[in-house]
């Protein structure tokens, strides 16, 4: 079972476009929703994450917004840069008593920014 | 601040052989997580390790096992590898006072 879905498996965006990226989960009890970038050979980067008490977070150019009656959030890359060309992936977790649990991932998303 | 590293960065292994991998947290994390990344099927949970002790394990055979360190560094081995076993393994570590989970670089391993 596929707790997390997300969306388009590949993108490609021409540079200082938007890129959107969507992500579907099912288990109402995950609280702690992570968006990690991976550059080929390296291990994921944490680059923005939200809890589900508000609707979006801003980082720079990312942002997530968070819908949590459609149990949907995604993330946008304002003025997309051909260095952010590389696979996203969203991830969803429980956090409770201060624990982390294990993360559930979406399947990613390969991000080409053409220059 | 040193991130989580992993050993070794590569590893070749022949069907049948063991495997064993290393991770030594972020300092200061206490928790450890194990995660297996084999092309097509994603970021996919393997073990969570936290003080010491085994805390969750994910949909992977007992083949699959590992162990926590007093010093919170941890060991995942693979025992009878299979061809379906090459993946990057990667490994990542949290603390209390954390909500994120920090990822290393991972171990490529490659079964002959």
């Known amino acids: 079972q596929q707790q997390v879905k997300q969306s388009p498996q590949s993108l490609i965006v021409q540079k200082g476009g938007i890129s959107i990226i969507n992500c579907a989960y099912e288990?109402?009890?995950?609280?702690?929703f992570p968006w990690y970038q991976q550059f080929p050979g390296k291990g994921p980067a944490l680059l923005i994450a939200?809890?589900?008490?508000?609707s979006e977070k801003k980082e720079g150019r990312f942002t997530i917004s968070f819908n949590k009656s459609a149990k949907q959030f995604s993330l946008h890359i304002m003025d997309s840069q051909p260095g952010d060309s590389a696979t996203y992936f969203c991830?969803?977790?429980?956090?409770?008593?201060?624990?982390?649990?294990?993360?559930?991932f979406g399947k990613g998303t390969l991000l080409t920014v053409n220059p | 601040e040193a991130g989580v590293t992993q050993s070794p960065t590569h590893l070749i292994k022949t069907r049948g052989q063991q495997a064993t991998l290393r991770c030594s947290p972020i300092?200061?994390?206490?928790?450890v997580y194990w995660y297996q990344q084999a092309l097509g099927l994603g970021l996919q949970f393997l073990l969570w390790?936290?003080?010491?002790?085994?805390?969750n394990r994910g949909n992977f055979p007992p083949r699959f096992s590992g162990r926590q360190f007093p010093n919170y560094s941890s060991e995942l081995n693979v025992n009878a590898l299979l061809l379906g076993d090459s993946a990057l393994y990667l490994c990542a570590s949290s603390s209390l006072d954390t909500d994120t989970q920090d990822f290393g670089p991972g171990t490529r391993l490659t079964v002959l």
């Open positions: 939200i809890r589900p008490d508000v």
């Open positions: 390790y936290d003080e010491g002790e085994e805390r």
């Open positions: 991830a969803a977790t429980m956090t409770s008593g201060g624990s982390n649990y294990k993360l559930t």
């Open positions: 288990n109402t009890a995950f609280d702690y």
């Open positions: 300092s200061g994390h206490t928790s």
